[in-house]
């Protein structure tokens, strides 16, 4: 009925099933909760959140949406050397526009494989597709160039 295999390994068997029941017995009315740390200060991040109406929908596919980020070419060379540096991504302020709603105050930062590999001089990204032309001339605020271009 038993065969030699189950005779001799049994005991672990149940030395496992036994650990199984003391967890459960023990742990089965403990809750769980999540603890997190963060530099906010104590503000709820629930109120980080604002509902920003614009004049359009914005995933209103049937509008060509325009949109405009300025930022300051100090910040954004100083993201870059940080990144070729250290390879962090840090994030820098910048303002945007979406569709002539200015949003202000937000977080950018590199993102993406074709954005650090034309950091990196690797080539990709940093190219507009179909080989169109940036406003300005692909010119970044005060004079600096767009990676690639």
Excluded: C
């Excluded at 190219?127 to 005060?142: N, T």
């Amino acid at each position: 009925m038993f065969t030699l295999r189950w005779r001799r390994n049994w005991k672990l068997v149940a030395v496992y099933v036994a650990g199984l029941v003391a967890l459960v017995g023990f742990f089965g009315s403990a809750r769980v909760v999540a603890v997190t740390s963060s530099d906010r200060n104590g503000s709820d991040p629930t109120n980080d959140k604002k509902n920003i109406s614009g004049t359009v929908d914005l995933w209103d596919s049937d509008v060509l949406h325009t949109i405009e980020v300025r930022f300051e070419a100090a910040d954004y060379t100083r993201m870059l050397a940080t990144f070729r540096a250290d390879g962090s991504k840090t994030y820098i302020e910048a303002d945007i526009t979406i569709d002539g709603t200015k949003i202000e105050s937000v977080g950018l930062r590199l993102k993406g494989n074709s954005t650090l590999r034309s950091t990196l001089g690797g080539g990709g990204g940093g190219a507009v597709p179909g080989g169109g032309q940036l406003p300005g001339g692909g010119q970044l605020p005060g004079g600096g160039q767009l990676p690639g271009g």
